[in-house]
């Protein structure tokens, strides 16, 4: 089977369809990539990359096709739109001539964290192609766009709505990330019926020699209690009520808060720890995914937070199943459907979304639990990993659903 993967993020970007398109190519698909330039989360391209012109290039085998696309900057909400436009126009206008001269197509399938806007251009590709289309859902639009504060104008949502629309009628299957997502997805559709539960692949990383960078942050975490927060610093992760937290967690000097990345609010970050004085909040920066297993490994817990919103509320952040499988306690500061996943899984403590007080007191909790217990409690979130999430089989499930809609679309009518 020939898949055309759509996505605006990919390698080098750190995202979990990356390990999800190489697993793909070990199962025997032939994948090819049309994708933009990398920016993400800084905003800025990465070394070697320009904005303008076509590309192309290999990730483990797969051919990579790169359009045009204005990067997002920083801190800049008509960067966003402006990022997002480029990658639409330039993947629905110039995608299709990259493609020429390929064998046929069986199915394209799109991976679509915010903006889901990005699979319009997947539309246009998958009716030239004449082959289906499918969409994996990783946020809800348009409910997150006022939940991030980015869009609160009624009839912008409303066009918004429109255009999601469009994009649920021309699918052929809709796979979303949490089940908390079907009923509002299923609403949008013209066949409720075609939208399915598929969660968030993680691939574990096979713990190597970690950067030198790295390693001496290992040795720093270890000499305290270190909650760590690992992932993009932006406007859904509450970074507010993780702020307000570590003000109130000033008295107990054995415990720090480390973020592990960078994104929009990183500038802000800095300015807040500078303005309250707060030493036991620690900015370290990006590292690469090949690192984290030695962070998370010397993390006393590890940290997930989201806003207070019902939109994020049925939202399962991807980090949750690489917290299971790093086999860390988790302290989560969230509502609804990933605060389940942690409550069942028994690997950790879960508080309210946007409640500091609730947050400091539940990080405070982890300290006071015994270290075999808290050993315990990440064994437990790896078995459920395990269980629930193990890649081999997910793609074997995503496989099974690329060939039911290229078979339905066969069968005659």
């Known amino acids: 089977m020939r898949i055309l993967l759509v996505t605006q993020y990919f390698w080098p970007e750190s995202f979990p369809i990356n390990d999800l398109a190489r697993l793909l190519r070990e199962h025997g698909l032939d994948v090819t990539v049309l994708t933009g330039k990398p920016n993400y989360p800084s905003g800025r391209l990465f070394p070697g990359y320009r904005a303008t012109g076509r590309m192309r290039e290999i990730f483990g085998g797969i051919p990579v096709l790169r359009v045009p696309l204005i990067p997002r900057g920083q801190s ?5 739109v402006l990022n997002y436009l480029s990658f639409i126009v330039s993947a629905g206008t110039l995608g299709r001539g990259m493609l020429r001269g390929q064998p046929p197509f069986d199915v394209v399938f799109v991976y679509a964290p915010s903006p889901l806007l990005q699979a319009l251009a997947a539309v246009r590709l998958a009716r030239l192609l004449e082959v289906p289309l499918v969409v994996w859902v990783q946020d809800l639009w348009p409910e997150s766009l006022p939940a991030t504060g980015y869009v609160k104008n009624a009839l912008l949502l409303r066009l918004v709505t429109l255009a999601v629309k469009r994009i649920y009628r021309a699918c052929d299957r809709i796979l979303v990330q949490s089940r908390a997502f079907v009923a509002p997805v299923a609403a949008l559709t013209d066949q409720p019926d ?7 692949l993680y691939q574990p990383n096979v713990k190597s020699a970690p950067s030198a960078a790295a390693a001496e942050l290992a040795e720093r975490l270890r000499l305290q209690f270190s909650v760590v927060f690992a992932g993009n610093l932006g406007t859904a992760q509450a970074l507010d009520t993780v702020i307000e937290a570590a003000r109130r967690l000033r008295p107990h000097r054995h415990v ?3 973020l592990v990345g960078s994104g929009s ?3 802000w970050l800095a300015r807040q720890r500078e303005m309250y004085q707060l030493d036991n909040l ?3 920066g990006r590292f690469e995914a090949s690192d984290m297993p030695t962070i998370f490994d010397a993390a006393s817990a590890l940290l997930v937070t989201l806003s207070a919103d019902q939109s994020f509320a049925l939202t399962v952040p ?3 199943q690489a917290y299971l499988a790093a086999g860390r306690p988790i302290v989560a500061s969230l509502d609804g459907e990933a605060a389940r996943i942690i409550d069942e899984s028994g690997a950790g403590f879960c508080s309210i979304a946007g409640n500091a007080e609730a947050l400091a007191e539940t990080i405070l909790r982890m300290t006071n639990t015994s270290r075999q217990e808290r050993e315990t409690m990440g064994q437990r979130g790896r078995i459920f990993f395990d269980r629930n999430f193990a890649s ?4 074997r499930e995503l496989e099974t659903h690329l060939i039911e809609v290229v078979l339905a679309r066969k069968k005659p009518k």
């Open 256 to 258: 720090q808060i480390v």
């Open 194 to 200: 075609k939208v399915r539960y598929y969660p968030n």
């Open 318 to 320: 991807s980090k949750v």
């Open 76 to 80: 800049s909400r008509l960067g966003l």
């Open 392 to 395: 081999d089989h997910l793609v």
């Open 265 to 267: 609010l990183s500038p």
């Open 282 to 284: 620690v900015l370290v």
